[in-house]
């Protein structure tokens, strides 16, 4: 087939269904017009052949943002959790096949597969510096990596069921982690010590995250509140109920006044 115009179409249209299958959007047909076609690039072949035909899908405007898709890769099995490095140059990713790999974020290459975990990756990040990162697993351990040459830094164990969320201080000190068996533990980096097990939670811990001064934790949880707590002492500070299910996912304001959270 030497017709540019039908290849261009048929290259845009896989990068469409790769990008659609990619995303919780595909657990809903009606989403292909309602979100992949009316965010899809409008100068793109797809878009100009199909969106006459949708004269009632949204239309999408952006100031000054692309919302082109820059890379996508296949990772070979379900993907859990993506981060980008401080500095925007790698993308790390927690798997289900046990792996964290770390890619190139300009051009899709894989820099690294950290092997260890024996059990699903759910949770990844970066330090601050970008130097180490940190990954929670299925098999109860949370582990720390050197980013650059991936070597396995410590593997931090005393948890008695899932790891669901990891991340480090803002100093690069400390991780927190919280876990299916309903604490939030802090622990030192460079030791792999257990510093404070954080108890209040009365069911699993879905989400933990530091304030940006790295003085109180937040975590979100299966019990339905959101607790902040003393980074330093481990006191809890506040026990935030309102939601009235499942808290999947919690952050602080960059300027640490407020907190956001996310539920079921």
Request: hydrophobic share 35%.
């Amino acid at each position: 087939m030497n017709d540019p115009e039908r290849i261009s179409y048929l290259t845009d249209a896989e990068c469409f269904v790769t990008t659609f299958c990619g995303t919780s959007t595909s657990w809903s047909t009606p989403h292909l017009y309602i979100s992949a076609l009316a965010t899809w690039p409008a100068k793109q072949p797809l878009t100009k052949l199909w969106k006459p035909h949708f004269l009632i899908v949204l239309l999408v405007q952006t100031q000054g943002i692309r919302n082109d898709l820059i890379v996508s890769k296949l990772a070979g099995s379900l993907v859990e959790c993506v981060v980008f490095s401080p500095d925007g140059s790698r993308i790390v990713s927690g798997s289900s096949d046990k792996t964290v790999r770390v890619w190139d974020a300009t051009s899709g290459e894989e820099l690294k597969s950290l092997a260890g975990h024996t059990n699903s990756v759910w949770s990844v990040a970066f330090s601050l510096d970008g130097s180490r990162i940190v990954s929670g697993s299925d098999d109860k351990t949370v582990r720390v990596w050197d980013a650059t040459s991936g070597e396995e830094l410590k593997s931090l164990a005393g948890y008695t069921d899932w790891v669901w969320s990891v991340t480090f201080s803002p100093d690069g000190s400390c991780i927190v982690s919280g876990s299916s068996d309903k604490t939030v533990q802090v622990w030192d980096v460079t030791s792999g010590e257990e510093l404070k097990s954080l108890a209040g939670h009365t069911d699993l811990v879905w989400s933990v995250v530091f304030s940006p001064d790295g003085s109180r934790i937040v975590s979100g949880s299966e019990d339905k509140t959101v607790q902040v707590w003393d980074a330093t002492s481990g006191e809890e500070l506040k026990s935030l109920a309102g939601h009235t299910n499942s808290v999947w996912s919690v952050m602080f304001s960059p300027n640490g006044s407020r907190i956001v959270s996310g539920s079921v």
